[in-house]
């Protein structure tokens, strides 16, 4: 009976000393693992780039491409440059010596044939000198080349004369209009002429206030952006 408890005695001491020496590693462990991330923390993480962002097929020049609001068509950029002409040009166009309208990508100063040229001719009226002079003077403030695009009515020349059809007629009052312009300008290059003859009427040929509308020489200025 004693040789059994002694046996129990030593088998419960053996227990308590793998009990201390288990408990005493996980301690070593602990601190080895706490001593290792004070002294050797474990590098951050780099944040995840985002994904790249998906470009156009033509890229980014496709996408700054597409036109704003500012730009749609209908809007003008410089309102004032219509009405700041019409100012400028107020008497001529009062005593119905020219117009000034919108055209397109245009602003249209149109001259009339009807006391600007001789009946029937290309040669200009020494009276209408003085207006040659103020459209130069508005082309000059003008940006662009300009376009002088001589037209006339849907009825020939007179026989015998010196111009056999509407496309010479109307050619020849482009060329001297833009030479008249041309002495205002400190660039006549910017000025071109040529004639439509009677193919772009703006009036119906049926009436002689038509007929007289239709007979015209047209000043194209760009209109500014």
């Known amino acids: 009976m004693s040789d059994t408890a002694e046996l129990s005695r030593k088998i419960v001491r053996i227990t308590g000393y793998g009990t201390a ?12 693992l706490w001593l290792l991330d004070l002294f050797f923390p474990a590098p951050l993480t780099a944040p995840k780039a985002p994904p ?30 219509l009405p700041r002409i019409r100012a400028e040009l107020a008497a001529e ?25 001789e009946p029937g001719g290309a040669a200009l009226l ?16 003008q940006p662009g080349a300009v376009q ?11 026989r015998g004369g010196r111009y056999k059809d509407n496309q010479a007629l109307s050619s020849a009052r482009a060329s001297a209009l833009a030479e008249l312009l ?22 119906a040929n049926a009436t002689s206030d038509g007929r007289s509308r239709n007979q015209r020489v047209e000043v194209l200025l760009v209109r500014a952006p």
Do not use: K, N
């Open 21 to 32: 020496f288990v408990a005493g590693v996980l301690a070593v462990a602990a601190v080895t």
């Open 148 to 158: 002088v695009v001589g037209h006339t009515d849907d009825r020939a020349p007179p």
């Open 182 to 203: 041309r002495g205002g300008l400190s660039d006549g290059s910017r000025l071109s002429a040529e004639g439509r003859g009677g193919r772009e009427p703006i009036a």
């Open 52 to 81: 790249a962002a998906v470009l156009h097929p033509a890229g980014e020049a496709a996408l700054s491409s597409q036109p704003s609001i500012a730009s749609a068509p209908g809007s003008d950029p410089r309102p004032d440059q």
């Open 126 to 141: 020494p009276g209408f000198t003085a207006t040659g002079r103020r459209i130069a003077a508005v082309v000059e403030r």
């Open 93 to 117: 166009i009062a005593s119905g010596a020219v117009t000034v309208d919108p055209f397109g990508g245009y602003i249209a100063i149109r001259v009339a044939a009807s006391g600007s040229f």
